[in-house]
């Protein structure tokens, strides 16, 4: 029968409250992080409440891989600073327990914790990304409330484009307003001009009233399309005037269906599926553009013989084709001016002729790099934060038992330190992926390489109860390393020497002006 020690049930107890509480913290952080993003496209379009509720609800799920490294990072830093600050690490090592029989529990927990951040990566989030998109792109479409953008032209109401050069915000106030009304067609377009105005939402929230202050209005005197006369127009200024503007309030949802094709939307299994078909497109693309290049006139094949091997196995026979290689500067020397310029010229334009070819395989083929690139980003991130969830406690628990420091204040100081440089790398990676300087694999694992040589290292010199910040120990291992005697009475030797040398340089100096 399987039985938990108290030790290390005691351990969990003190570990799973904390880690609640920062992946609660590291989560909102996160969330509101991507709210204040998307903030001036989603508020003020008159959505009601529940929608704002599920956005939330959808984004905090997709924050979830990312929160869980963040969260086992801060939690295993202030829960070992814990047991250090109270002696109570002290009191296990000295019982003979060591920091990996205290750290077992913990570990298996972390094995668990990383392949359930693979699991609902792989069933979950791909539903809860599908979803978050459907409804971002929904409420960006939704028709404009109490908020338009000032120094633009804003044509989301349907056939009126306004422009406000400045918005008072404490105030309400719009200045300087341009208004543009097509709704009776191009040719019966009327224009507004104000000083200024306010905005606001009828009581049924079923039209939008638009007051302007000090303005002028044109418009068509009349409903004539000819286009080859003048069009009279008809002039007014006012010092108030209301325009009434239909406003929409259905909240009309688009259909999750369309983003199915997103690499964000798919399973990890479809992903794998996707960067298959797509890298064997790209290498029979590649195949098949060495094979036409290698047999064509531009490579020196144009001969019989090389037209006779052209066929299914050309590829591999081309080679018995042998290369012309004259020597270029003789075939000049026996022509004239204008010979040698005519071959330049025919020579230049098959040159541009391959570039062009070449870059327009390089377009055409773009959006396929891109489909590939980016799925397998989305298929190794997947794989990366699982790992990274057990490399950050790796890192946390020996350095919060070398710190010894508990509470949020030092712990968080580290972890936020760590995960910014871990951030950062990842971010790097992504970058190169996407550029096709790396492959996904090495790119998006980088973070992690980076940071597990520290969590071995840390962890090593916390069981061993090695001085981390003792610059002697450092010293005396290079001494080994290098066997230099790095000794105070040496390079205290070494700095009078140096200063001696630099006193008597500059009284020297000082003689000569003298």
């Known amino acids: 029968m399987f039985r938990i020690k108290r030790l290390h049930l005691f351990v969990l107890q003190s570990f799973f409250p904390i880690f609640l509480m920062t992946f609660l913290i590291s989560n909102f952080i996160l969330v509101m992080q991507l709210v204040w993003r998307v903030a001036e496209y989603i508020v003020g379009k008159g959505i009601e409440f529940t929608a704002y509720l599920e956005f939330l609800l959808y984004a905090a799920a997709t924050m979830v891989p ?18 250090g600050e109270k002696l109570e690490l002290l009191a296990m090592k000295s019982a003979g327990i060591s920091l990996y029989n205290i750290m077992r529990p913990l570990i ?13 990566q792989d069933r ?27 120094g633009a032209f804003y044509s989301d109401i349907e056939g009126m484009t306004i422009y406000v050069k400045e918005k008072d915000t404490k105030k309400k106030l719009l200045k300087d307003i341009m208004i543009y009304d097509f709704s009776q067609g191009f040719d019966n377009a009327a224009v507004t001009l104000a000083d200024s105005g306010l905005l606001r939402l009828t009581e049924d929230k079923l039209n939008l009233v638009l007051t302007l202050y000090h303005g002028e209005g044109f418009s068509n005197f009349d409903k004539q399309q000819a286009v080859t006369k003048d069009i009279p127009y008809r002039r007014e200024s006012f ?52 094979i036409q290049y290698t047999e064509s006139h531009f490579m020196g094949r144009n001969t019989e013989k090389g037209r006779e091997l052209i066929g299914k196995d050309s590829m591999a026979r081309a080679t018995e084709v042998p290369l012309f290689n004259p020597d270029i500067d003789s075939l000049f020397l026996t022509l004239n001016k204008a010979q040698a310029d005519n071959m330049l010229d025919k020579a230049l334009k098959k040159v541009g002729t391959i570039r062009s070819e070449f870059e327009y395989q390089e377009i055409a083929l773009s959006r396929e790099h891109n489909q590939f690139r980016r799925s397998g980003i989305e298929y190794y991130r997947r794989y990366a934060l ?3 969830c057990l490399v950050f406690f790796f890192i ?17 100081v580290v972890s936020v330190i760590l995960f910014i440089a871990y951030y ?34 840390l962890t090593y010199k916390s069981a061993n109860d090695s001085a981390i910040f003792n610059l002697d120990s450092y010293i005396a291992f290079f001494k080994r390393i290098f066997n230099v005697k790095f000794t105070y009475r040496y390079l205290r030797y070494v700095f009078r020497v140096a200063l001696k040398k630099k006193y008597y340089a500059r009284k020297n100096k000082t003689k000569q002006y003298r």
């Open 124 to 150: 979950i989030l791909p539903v809860a990304q599908m979803k978050l998109q459907s409804l971002t792109v929904s409420m960006q479409q939704k028709s404009p409330a109490l908020s338009i953008p000032q």
């Open 66 to 83: 990312l929160s869980l490294p963040l969260a086992v990072l801060l939690a295993s830093l202030m829960t070992f600073g814990n047991f």
């Open 396 to 412: 946390g628990a020996p350095l919060g038992a070398i710190i010894r420091k508990g509470g949020i204040g030092m712990p968080a």
């Open 386 to 388: 699982s790992v990274a």
């Open 239 to 290: 010092r108030e005037k209301e325009i009434i503007i239909p406003f929409d309030n259905n909240f009309n949802r688009i259909d999750e269906s369309q983003f199915q094709s997103s690499h964000l939307s798919k399973k990890n299994d479809e992903l794998k599926q996707v960067i298959d078909s797509m890298g064997s497109l790209l290498d029979s693309t590649k195949i098949k553009k060495k």
């Open 108 to 120: 298996v927990l972390m094995i668990l914790l990383s392949v359930f951040s693979f699991v609902f």
């Open 424 to 457: 950062m790398i990842d971010a790097a990676g992504q970058k190169l992926v996407r550029n096709g300087t790396l492959e996904a694999f090495y790119g998006m694992f980088l973070s992690t390489a980076a940071l597990l040589p520290l969590g071995i290292f």
